[in-house]
């Protein structure tokens, strides 16, 4: 089972308990984080708009890091142009904690309606208290 999410304009396939850098998150360190699925496969492939609005990718922010620095170098040949810069991108660290779908909630919420539901139905059946008999009189 793994999910491709779409975050900092990247998209990723994760599975559960994975780690990865992505983009960085504003989001403070051993906090979770909700991240947009592209497309859910586990048995079947879901990758429809409806289908994905039950699923759920959530990770955990392990910490904020810093890129690898990347030199940017330019020259212009003959005029005595140079110019040296680098580049270091932040990133956040996370780890996949779970990618859950709907189905399985909705079966949860269902069963336990049912005697919710039930007993509702049995509290109904209370004698009617003495100001609706005085009304009637």
């Known amino acids: 089972m793994y999910a491709i999410v779409k975050t900092g304009g990247k998209q990723y396939r994760v599975e559960r308990g994975q780690k990865l850098l992505v983009e960085r998150l504003a989001v403070a360190e051993g906090a979770d984080v909700a991240l947009e699925p592209i497309l859910y496969r586990s048995e079947e492939a879901v990758f429809d708009k409806a289908g994905l609005k039950n699923v759920k990718v959530t990770a955990r922010v392990i910490a904020h890091v810093r ?58 059946a209370t004698p009617p208290s003495k100001e609706t008999a005085a009304d009637g009189s």
């Open 67 to 124: 890129g690898e620095k990347l030199r940017v170098f330019k020259f212009k040949p003959k005029r005595g142009y140079k110019r040296r810069t680098g580049h270091r991108q932040d990133l956040t660290q996370i780890e996949v904690t779970e990618i859950t779908t709907g189905k399985a909630k909705a079966a949860a919420k269902a069963s336990a309606a049912k005697p919710v539901a039930a007993k509702a139905s049995a509290g109904s």
